[in-house]
């Protein structure tokens, strides 16, 4: 879901009780708020997105034993590119398999253009960056690009069509950084 009205409100229902209870969120910095069941236990789970110098966190919130209460299990420091104009603007969505996807990309500045995705999944009782997909393409040669999908559970993905391995892993998502990102996707 993008900002609107009710902001405010899900911050504040978010900040609620748990482990990292003092992390603050400032509504000003939220890009995004997605819900969802995530870990399927019946309970609305909360993923925020927080510009943050450059860069956007990830707040990842459990349902709590109240109804409407959220306790925040992980938080993704600097896990997606954030720019200041249209078209560089992350944002939020439901994977195809019921998870969270992290949408970042330059769509306004210069010639090379990009589109990348972290697919983030329950798994082992924790939330891990399960899936990564890059497109690039540049606006003035058409013939020029890479797309590039890898699943990060199996290690196996597809660069411009063509199968590989990746020694790149799926991992928790407050240990997710750039540099573990599969190599093979910016060659």
Request: hydrophobic residues 45%; aromatic residues 8%; contains cysteine.
């Amino acid at each position: 879901m993008t900002i609107g009205k009710g902001l405010a409100a899900a911050l504040a229902a978010a900040a609620l009780a748990g482990p990292a209870a003092a992390e603050t969120v400032e509504p000003w910095r939220a890009v995004a708020v997605l819900d969802g069941d995530w870990k399927d236990d019946g309970r609305r789970d909360r993923a925020v997105l927080l510009q943050a110098d450059g860069m956007a966190d990830l707040l990842i919130y459990v349902g709590g034993e109240r109804p409407g209460s959220f306790e925040l299990v992980e938080a993704g420091r600097g896990i997606a590119w954030h720019g200041g104009a249209w078209g560089t603007i992350p944002s939020l969505e439901t994977s195809p398999s019921g998870g969270i996807r992290v949408l970042s990309q330059n769509e306004a500045i210069g010639r090379n253009r990009w589109h990348q995705a972290l697919t983030i999944a329950y798994r082992g009782g924790r939330f891990v960056v399960a899936g990564f997909t890059y497109n690039a393409f540049d606006t003035l040669d058409p013939a020029a690009g890479t797309d590039c999908d890898v699943n990060l559970l199996t290690g196996k993905g597809l660069l411009n069509g063509e199968p590989f391995a990746t020694a790149a892993r799926a991992l928790p998502v407050s240990d997710w950084t750039e540099d573990a990102a599969p190599r093979e996707c910016f060659r």
